[in-house]
Nanobody, 125 residues
């Protein structure tokens, strides 16, 4: 089992920044991929970013590329999402997810095995 706890969400003005954290506990050594997804009201969950735990390779949705940065601290079992130049359309609940083995596409939520409870990010215009 892997437990994931997100933090760092909040209310920010457009153009501002936030840093989300995802602390993992449990069988963290088996988490091959860590990802961030988001879901806005009335919309489907969408991929935001992912990082390969061992190599540090990163992947981003086109909508956040150049503005968001995913990183990890394996010693702390924590993954971060630095969000800059935030836009109102970034408003959503952000979820951290862990994929134990690379068994599916990194950008597809159903491929992930564990999820956090989510943290709200609200960007005002």
């Amino acid at each position: 089992q892997v437990q994931l706890v997100e933090s760092g969400g909040g209310l920010v003005q457009a153009g501002g920044s936030l840093r989300l954290s995802c602390a993992a506990s449990g069988r963290t050594f088996s988490s091959y991929v860590m990802g961030w997804f988001r879901q806005a009201p009335g919309k489907e969950r969408e991929f935001v970013a992912a990082i390969i735990r061992s190599s540090g390779s990163t992947y981003y949705a086109d909508s956040v590329k150049g503005r968001f940065t995913i990183s990890r601290d394996n010693a702390k079992n924590t993954v971060y999402l630095q969000m800059n130049s935030l836009k109102p359309e970034d408003t959503a609940v952000y979820y951290c997810a862990a994929m134990v083995r690379l068994t599916g596409p990194i950008r597809i939520g159903n491929a992930y095995d564990y999820w956090g409870q989510g943290t709200q990010v609200t960007v005002s215009s």
